[in-house]
């Protein structure tokens, strides 16, 4: 497993450039050999050869070494394995750290979670980031820990002080950051489309309202109209969660009607009982079919908040839904996959805190 890992990690033709991995590699293939035939071959065959035993107590003393070895390169092996979780994404490798840490400005810095323990083997170890924190920026730091929507916290936070005027410049600023593209292209900036969409919702915030939240918009969702997606829609389940709460929950057999529109190639639900709904909310699609379960175990899913609604209605392409943006869901969802949400506006008083 050891030298697998290492493997993975450093890729096999750098891996086996080093005379010594090779060494390692080869040892690793003769002992399994040796195993094998012990398990599976008459022991006696074996007493009667001296060389081999004595080949079998020299292999032992090399193994003996070998593990000696590896404890002097576990500090080493924590690292690549580090490295293999983080992906692509730019480390701090100065001074002695080697820790998955961004600085987006000079004075916001992302990283990942501080852990301790087991999960301390494969991300940034507790110790480490505070003696990382204490030498560079001693008694002026603080740690938020925002989960998974650091960087839409972060992006804010350079709208918030005008480094960026608007979210796409912001999204694509922290992505350039986060990226170490010596390793992959693969761009690691804003994870969901519902976190892009609420790095706009906070540049309508500063630009448009002044650093304060628009009037609050009661609304109830009337239907839902989806586009392009296989099957006739019936095994299709609808979950709105408003406030960590369930607050609505549908199938073909309950609280809404499921038209199946051939010609337009689209799906119609048609919500009896909906709630009324303010602030953020979410929206989960879940199905009985084998459409794939990526994140949050269900099919595609996706945020809004009521204020910013404009016109009772609300259009997301494939790439604006949490799941299907993702490439590797692409042979699933087809580009003209989409989801259309038409609300009924409610004129009630405000909805107290």
């Known amino acids: 497993m050891d030298v697998l890992l290492r493997i993975f990690v450093e890729g096999i033709l750098s891996y086996f450039s080093d005379i010594f991995n090779s060494m390692d590699a080869a040892i690793i293939v003769v002992t399994l050999i040796i195993d094998f035939n012990y398990i599976f071959s008459d022991y006696e065959i074996f007493k009667d050869i001296p060389r081999l035993v004595i080949l079998l107590r020299s ?22 394995t580090r490295r293999m979780v983080s992906g692509n994404k730019r480390r701090y490798k100065k001074d002695g750290f080697d820790l998955d840490l961004t600085y987006v400005t000079e004075r916001i810095i992302a990283m990942s979670f501080p852990s301790s323990g087991k999960e301390s083997f494969y991300r940034n170890p507790i110790q480490e980031v505070v003696r990382f924190l204490d030498t560079k920026h001693r008694n002026h730091y603080q740690v938020y820990n925002l989960c998974r929507r650091t960087g839409t916290m972060a992006c804010a936070c350079l709208i918030a002080c005008e480094i960026f005027t608007t ?52 609304l109830r969702i009337k239907k839902f109209v989806i586009y392009s997606i296989h099957g006739n829609g019936g095994d299709l389940k609808v979950k709105i969660i408003m406030r960590q709460k369930i607050v609505f929950f549908c199938s073909a057999s309950k609280n809404c009607r499921v038209v199946h529109d051939i010609e337009r190639d689209r799906v119609i639900i048609h919500l009896c009982n909906c709630p009324l709904l303010y602030d953020d909310v979410k929206v989960q699609f879940l199905s009985s079919s084998d459409l794939p379960k990526y994140y949050d175990n269900c099919p595609f899913f996706f945020w809004f908040h009521t204020s910013f609604i404009e016109n009772n209605r609300l259009y997301l392409s494939r790439n604006e839904l949490d799941n299907p943006h993702k490439p590797k869901a692409w042979k699933i969802y087809r580009p003209e996959f989409a989801v259309e949400i038409y609300f009924d506006d409610v004129k009630l008083c405000l909805v107290s805190d």
């Open 59 to 80: 292999l032992r003393l090399i193994i003996l070494m070998r593990i000696f070895h590896l404890a002097y390169q576990e500090r080493q092996l924590e690292k690549l």
């Open 167 to 218: 979210a796409e410049d912001s999204l694509y600023y922290f992505g350039e950051r986060r990226t170490d593209k010596t390793t992959s292209s693969k761009f690691q900036g804003v994870e969901t489309p519902s976190q892009n969409r609420y790095v706009g919702y906070f540049e309508d915030v500063k630009n448009i309202y002044n650093l304060t939240l628009p009037p609050r918009k009661i």
